[in-house]
């Protein structure tokens, strides 16, 4: 029985080998980014039979920016890559800026040996980010003459603290 099984194993795999021979991939990328947050995409790669070149483009109106390019040599690398999201034109609006969301596309380009493997392109949603500002003092009164201490955390949509600057005008 055992044999057999065995067998059945080995014919199951030889049956599944010119499938698996194939360039599999796979780029997971986020439907909506947020501009100047830092994003995360992966990339796996699987069953490739020799060096493929990994190149992947954020396209906005005004420029594109290449996110990654990269010869990639051993099959079956799961990675992950943080990149800076780009600020877009801004709009004037009574004086202020305000960033208005965009549609960018994410274009994906696999080439074994100067042949094309894969190309393709998707939308993305690039929007402004959505940050809250929390001031907080050590307590909720003061004395006249008393020096106050405060705090300032900056929280975006998902309500993580976002490390950048803040400038402060008293009046």
Request: proline share 5%; net charge positive; glycine share 4%.
């Amino acid at each position: 029985m055992e044999a057999s099984m065995v067998h059945w194993a080995i014919v199951l795999l030889s049956l599944t080998v010119p499938v698996t021979s194939e360039l599999q991939y796979l780029v997971a990328f986020p439907a909506v980014i947020y501009h100047t947050s830092t994003e995360r995409f992966c990339t796996f790669l699987r069953s490739i039979p020799e060096t493929v070149h990994l190149t992947v483009t954020l396209e906005m109106k005004i420029q594109n920016h290449i996110l990654l390019e990269k010869d990639i040599k051993a099959p079956g690398i799961y990675e992950c890559i943080s990149f800076k999201v780009p600020a877009f034109t801004p709009r004037k609006e009574r004086g202020r800026r305000k960033y208005q969301d965009e549609v960018a596309s994410v274009y994906v380009l696999i080439q074994e040996g100067g042949k094309v493997r894969f190309e393709g392109r998707k939308k993305v949603q690039v929007q402004s980010a959505f940050v809250r500002n929390i001031v907080e003092t050590d307590k909720p009164f003061y004395k006249p003459g008393e020096r106050a201490k405060f705090r300032i955390v900056r929280l975006d949509d998902e309500l993580k603290a976002i490390d950048e600057p803040v400038s402060i005008t008293f009046l």
